[in-house]
């Protein structure tokens, strides 16, 4: 017996898939240079058969937590977190009180906000309010003398004596 969130269901295959992207540049001769590994989100594809009186409340539950986008733990042979990016059911006549289902799941990585509400007393201390009074022009000082231009002054005989 697995279990999908708490849920048990009985699982027949478990298939990770754990897949790496290589990045390939041609060269003139010989086979392309490959110069870069990525590693790939890891995926899970789980078939079985979910059984009981409260088959159709886990079929249900499944569905809405796929459709929310909630993060699923998967324990079975293989412990594995991640969403359910696929969801299928068989109804046939050879499972009398259930169906069986394979689904997909995909591990995903979730960004964390650095916004931060209120600021410690020290830091709000020291941050100034904003005014918004738009852009002003500045006024020269009074009393500031104005520097005069002294002429250069060449030596007799240069062209450029006067």
């Not at 017996?1 to 295959?13: C, D, H, K, R, W």
């Not at 991640?82 to 009398?96: D, K, Q």
């Not at 006024?139 to 250069?152: C, L």
Request: glycine share 6%; net charge positive.
């Amino acid at each position: 017996m697995a279990t999908i969130n708490g849920m048990y269901v009985l699982v027949e295959s478990e298939d990770p898939k754990f897949e790496v992207e290589v990045t390939d540049q041609p060269v003139e001769n010989g086979i392309n240079v490959s110069d870069h590994v990525q590693r790939k989100p890891y995926t899970m594809d789980i078939s079985g058969f979910i059984v009981g009186e409260d088959a159709a409340q886990i079929r249900e539950k499944i569905k809405t937590i796929s459709e929310s986008g909630e993060l699923v733990e998967f324990q079975g042979r293989n412990l594995f977190s991640g969403l359910i990016v696929s969801f299928s059911t068989n109804h046939t006549n050879r499972v009398a009180n259930g169906f069986a289902f394979s689904l997909s799941m995909k591990e995903i990585r979730t960004a964390k906000s650095s916004y931060v509400e209120t600021l410690p007393m020290p830091i709000k201390a020291q941050v100034a309010p904003v005014i918004s009074a738009g852009r002003k022009q500045t006024k020269k000082k009074q009393g500031t003398a104005t520097s005069k231009v002294e002429k250069v002054k060449f030596k007799v005989g240069t062209p450029w004596a006067e």
